[in-house]
Every structure is written in structure tokens, then in C-alpha cells.
């Protein structure tokens, strides 16, 4: 395969995988397991992170209107979730692969010993030859323990994983410069850092059955693409998409990776909720921290400790208009780093390993 990935998440958006009157697409379904059970006898560690548990079990019960909607949404994915796993379960064994489920909630992942412990798991599996494929555990995650949709959980596990690649199926070919129903918008073959303008591109609809929608993609796979990894989002309705995409023989967009960053900085880039303390820096330390040049956070820049902190927890750090810069593990205690507010020559308040830009 021309792209030379030895691991690659790949994640299915509802809608590849459901018909338009709300039933599972079963071929679809296998068509693609077809494709993951090639690319895998190629010697390709491939994690699965699939959407549809929600759809499935719409086509198996009749929900009463009078129920709201976070019960509704348990109610469905309970029963679907089976419903999907069994049907991918069957799949994969026609090819002599097992399959594994891992559900996930944001609680997973809310700290390094929690995060580890799911790195670890999904590392045996794919030891043992498993294929994993995740969801989100809808049945227990709600509101705002709820990661924002199935893209941003992908984004999680491609880098926890360390992938080379991330590959979004969803069921346009990629990001139009337009409204992608309009006759003129075209596919945006290749996106390099960050686009100011991308999200003006968007159109704030879903597809029928997706969450999240194309600017919470976008601004996913940039983020993961500023980690080191390549991300492609593709047309997983089309007939043989992923092997198309990776022999290089595919229109759809393309995120191109930055340097490769190292576990940690992984890891502190997705912990945003995770973050206790906010700091708040002067425009010339805001200005330096993203230089992209390896500068540690020092004391001098601060202006405010507006939230408290303690040693070796997350910090949001934010510039004078409350915008986000980044991200970083704290040396010390907020105690000790308001006594040091704007003083030259202190220790670092987080060290270049430690941080990540946001910007
Ligand atoms: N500029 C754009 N390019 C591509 N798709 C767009 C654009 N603007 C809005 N969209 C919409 O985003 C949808 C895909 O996002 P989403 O509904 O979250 O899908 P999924 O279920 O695959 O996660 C497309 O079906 C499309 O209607
Ligand atoms: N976890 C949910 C899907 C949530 C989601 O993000 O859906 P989608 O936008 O179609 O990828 C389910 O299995 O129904």
C-alpha cells in the first residue's frame, strides 16, 4: 500500500453505515470489514472506532415520544450496540479475525493512571491480533460527561495509540470549499497547519444521523494532525475507500502532520477538561510560548493565577482576551507560582516537554 501506514485508526460516522430509512447497512457494513481484513493480512494494525449503536437500535424498538432524549439515547444504544458488535463480530469472522469491544466514557481518560490503563488495553488487543472497535459507552455517558461526538474520541485514540494515520469515513468526499450540495464547491485535497478560514467553509448542518457535524472534524484533525499524525477524511459509502485512500488513489481531504510530538504532549493536548488551573500571560510570553521554538513558561509572563492548582496537575493557559494558548503540567503549586507573578529568574512554571500550543 503506497502510504506505507503500519497502524491506522479508522472511524465510521452513523450515516456510512445506515440506510436512509434509519435500518443498519449491513452490506455497507461488510464491504467495509472486507477492506479492514485486507489492510490487516498486509501486516496494517487496524483499531476501528465505530458509530451506530444509536441507529442500530432505532431499527429494533419503538421508543415512546413522550420519553426525553438522554433515555431515549440509553435506551438505544443499549439494545444497538449489541446489535452492531454482532453484526461486525460476524463479519471479521468470515476472515478468521476476532473482533473486540471496547466502550468508552471521557471518565477514561480524565487522568494519566486512567489513560494508561486504556493505552494498555488496547495494546493487547492488538498484540493478540484483535481488531478493536470502539464507541462511546452512550448508555452511561451523558451530557457533559460526553465526549462531543465519535470524532473527537477517534482523535483520542489515534494519538494515545501513536497511529501513523487517522482516517474519518463519513458520506461526503472529504471538506468542500462550499457547501458541498452546491454544483462548484470542490473537495480541499490538502489542508497544511492551520487554515484560518476553514470554518468558514462549513455549513453548521449534520448529516441525517451524525453529531457532531464538519467544523468539530475539522478542528479535530487539525489538532491531531499538529501532533504528527496524518488524517484523512474520506467518502465511506464509496465502494473500496480505504484501499483506494491508501494506495493514494482517492480524491478527499488530507491534514498534513506536523512534527511527530512526543506520548506526553500527546496526552496533554486531550485534557483539556482534565485541566484544574487557569494562568494568564502578557502578550510577549504568549508571543515567544508559540514561536514554535522550545520555551519553557516563565514566571515573568504571568499576569494572573485566576484558577488554583497543584503540582503536576493540567493548566489551561490563556492571554489577555481569555483565548486559549495551551496547555501544560504545572512544576508547582498555584501558591507558590502567585508569589512569582511577573519576577524574572524563577523556575519554569511548566517546561517546554510539558506544554502544548494550542495555536
Ligand atoms: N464544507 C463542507 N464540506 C463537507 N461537508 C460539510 C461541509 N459543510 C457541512 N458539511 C456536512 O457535514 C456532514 C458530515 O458530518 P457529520 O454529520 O458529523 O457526519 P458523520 O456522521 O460521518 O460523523 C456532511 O454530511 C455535510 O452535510
Ligand atoms: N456513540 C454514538 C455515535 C455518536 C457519533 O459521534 O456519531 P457520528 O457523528 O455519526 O460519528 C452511537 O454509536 O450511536
Redesign the pocket.
Known sequence: MKLGYKKIVV?V???VITQANGLPDEARIKHLVNQLADIKKQGIEVILV???????GRSLIKVSEKQDAVTTRQLL?AI??VK?INTYSNFFAAHNIQCAQVLVTKEDFRDRAHYLNMKNCLQILLQNEVIPVV??N?VVSVTELM?T???ELAGLIASMLNADALIILSNVNGIYNGDPKIEGSAVIEEINGSVANLASFIQTG??Q????GMITKSTMAQKVAKLGISVHIANGTKDDVLISLLNNDLVHTRFVPEKSKSGKKKWIAHSETAATGVVKLNDGAKTVLTSGKATSLLPVGIIEIQTDFLKGDIIKIIDEKNNLIGLGIAEYGSDKARERIGQKKQKALVHYDYFYSAI
Open positions: 472511524k460516522g452513523s450515516n465505530s458509530s451506530g449503536a444509536v441507529a442500530s444504544a444497538g450496540q452492531l464507541n462511546e452512550d465526549f461526538d465519535n470524532d449534520k448529516s444521523f451524525g453529531r457532531g
